[in-house]
Nanobody, 121 residues
Framework: VQLQASGGGLVQPGGSLRLSCTAL????????TAWFRRAPGNEREFVGA????????YYADSVKGRVTISRDHANNTAYLQMSSLKPEDTGVYYC???????????????WGQGTLVTVSS
């Protein structure tokens, strides 16, 4: 399974951004997609996840209410919609996919290349 992530960029505080993550290869509806991020000087942090078979979503407390994860089943693409962005949301965002939901653990089997999000005026 290969992941193609896109959508990062520079956004002003309070702005919005949508990241996408397309899974290519052999997948199954039991899979899950998770988003992680790594801010400069910090450890990798769980942002949220979605289960493919139920579209159930899970979010870290730090982003709850400002982030929505969704999935386009036809295109095998998951989205991370972020709003009311803050400078502390700056970092490299990674999508990850696993044959089963792994919660906030970074044990997901497949990882995208990371996309940089910079929140700055």
């Amino acid at each position: 399974v290969q992941l193609q992530a896109s959508g990062g960029g520079l956004v002003q505080p309070g702005g919005s951004l949508r990241l996408s993550c397309t899974a290519l290869g052999r997948t199954d509806r039991s899979f899950a997609t998770a988003w992680f991020r790594r801010a400069p000087g910090n450890e990798r942090e769980f942002v949220g996840a979605i289960k493919w078979n139920t579209d159930s979503t899970y979010y870290a407390d730090s982003v709850k209410g400002r982030v929505t994860i969704s999935r386009d089943h036809a295109n095998n693409t998951a989205y991370l919609q972020m709003s009311s962005l803050k400078p502390e949301d700056t970092g490299v965002y990674y999508c990850a996919v696993d044959p089963s939901y792994s919660g906030d653990s970074p044990s997901y089997a497949y990882w995208g290349q990371g996309t940089l999000v910079t929140v700055s005026s």
